[in-house]
């Protein structure tokens, strides 16, 4: 079955740039539909962004400006890069993975936290 | 981007059924049928529990419902476990732009 693993460093300083990986494992990362969701401390999910392979990339308007989602797909792997951050960043992130559609996200991960701290 | 807008919290006792509103606009819920349920339990990750309005993955249980008018779409749970406390999250397509959108997150306490 899939599963999803994210890992990255936990603590990033205001300014720089978080980056988390997310590894798949049970699929190829060439089919169904990947995404990056947050959810900051005592709040919602926040939708980051989504992607198919041999489609298209779509961002959360407010994060657009910060947001790089890319793909390895010889390591079977998908990462997010959000710069410039702030104390608002800091959130456990997810990865999931939508079977169907750009919308649904069937399969998720367990999360990974980032604080954003000097 | 607005988040969908939800109860922060309702509660039932055991058996009983509650119902979960999440309202949009006709920008999101109200045009578009790509509407999806999410339980998370803290700590969790998220499952999946209604996509398309109202279809259940397998392995959800049937006394999980989804429905939708208007701009507004409703998660029922009927026969209320103990399991079923948690966070429920409506998610929906809004368009090319915004893509997609989350609700705020309903608290469900089983009395």
């Known amino acids: 079955q899939v599963q999803l693993q994210e890992s990255g460093p936990g603590l990033v300083k205001p300014s720089e740039t978080l980056s988390l990986t997310c590894t798949v494992s049970?699929?190829?990362?060439?089919?169904?539909?990947w995404s990056w969701i947050r959810q900051p401390p005592g709040k919602g999910l926040e939708w980051i962004g989504n992607?198919?392979?041999?489609?298209?990339?779509y961002y959360n308007p407010s994060l657009k400006s910060r947001v790089t989602i890319s793909v390895d797909a010889s390591k079977n792997q998908f990462s997010l890069k959000l710069s410039s951050v702030t104390a608002a960043d800091t959130a456990v992130y997810y990865c999931?993975?939508?079977?169907?559609?750009?919308?649904?996200?069937?399969?998720w991960g367990k999360g990974t936290t980032a604080t954003v701290s000097s | 981007q607005s988040a969908l807008t939800q109860p922060r919290s309702v509660s039932g006792s055991p058996g009983q059924s509650v119902t979960i509103s999440c309202t949009g606009t006709?920008?999101?819920?109200?045009?578009?049928?790509?509407l999806s349920w999410y339980q998370h339990h803290p700590g969790n990750a998220p499952t999946i529990i209604i996509y398309?309005?109202?279809k259940r993955p397998s392995g959800v249980p049937d006394r999980f419902s989804g429905s939708k008018s208007g701009n507004t779409a409703s998660l029922t749970i009927s026969g209320l476990q103990a399991e079923d406390e948690g966070n429920y999250y409506c998610?929906?397509?809004?368009?090319?732009?915004?893509?997609?959108?989350f609700g705020g997150g309903t608290t469900l306490t089983v009395l």
């Open positions: 398309d309005v109202s």
């Open positions: 998610c929906s397509f809004a368009g090319s732009d915004t893509h997609v959108v």
């Open positions: 049970g699929t190829s990362i060439r089919s169904y539909y």
């Open positions: 992607f198919y392979y041999s489609g298209s990339t």
């Open positions: 999931a993975c939508g079977k169907v559609s750009y919308y649904y996200m069937d399969v």
């Open positions: 006709s920008s999101d819920v109200g045009s578009y049928t790509h």
